[in-house]
């Protein structure tokens, strides 16, 4: 079992940033993918970003790449997703996943946090 706890959501304005955290326990962090994944009111939840257990391979939504980046830190269990230029379409509940492997489709991620609120007023 891995419990997934995410962290950093609030009330952001047009343009702004955002850190987001998870921190993960339970079974060896450092052997699984993670992912960012946001569902909205009304709308399925929908692939943010993944990386790779070693760090080495970044995933990212056409509609996040080059303003959002994920990362990790495997010695503090912890994956971090930096949100930068944050607009209103960001607006979400946001919730990191891990699994062995890497998928855009949420139905194959096994394990899942409780969500963090994201909202961008404009």
């Known amino acids: 079992q891995v419990q997934l706890v995410e962290s950093g959501g609030g009330l952001v304005q047009a343009g702004g940033s955002l850190r987001l955290s998870c921190v993960a326990s339970?079974?060896?962090?450092?052997?699984?993918?993670m992912g960012w994944f946001r569902q909205a009111p009304g709308k399925e939840r929908g692939f943010v970003a993944a990386?790779?257990?070693?760090?080495?391979?970044?995933y990212y939504a056409d509609s996040v790449k080059g303003r959002f980046t994920i990362s990790r830190d495997n010695a503090k269990n912890t994956v971090y997703l930096q949100m930068n230029s944050l607009k209103p379409e960001d607006t979400a509940v946001y919730f990191c996943?891990?699994?062995?492997?890497?998928?855009?489709?949420?139905?194959?991620?096994?394990?899942w946090g409780q969500g963090t609120q994201v909202t961008v007023s404009s």
């Open positions: 996943a891990a699994e062995t492997y890497i998928a855009a489709d949420p139905k194959v991620w096994g394990y």
């Open positions: 339970g079974r060896t962090f450092s052997g699984y993918a």
């Open positions: 990386i790779a257990w070693s760090g080495g391979r970044t």
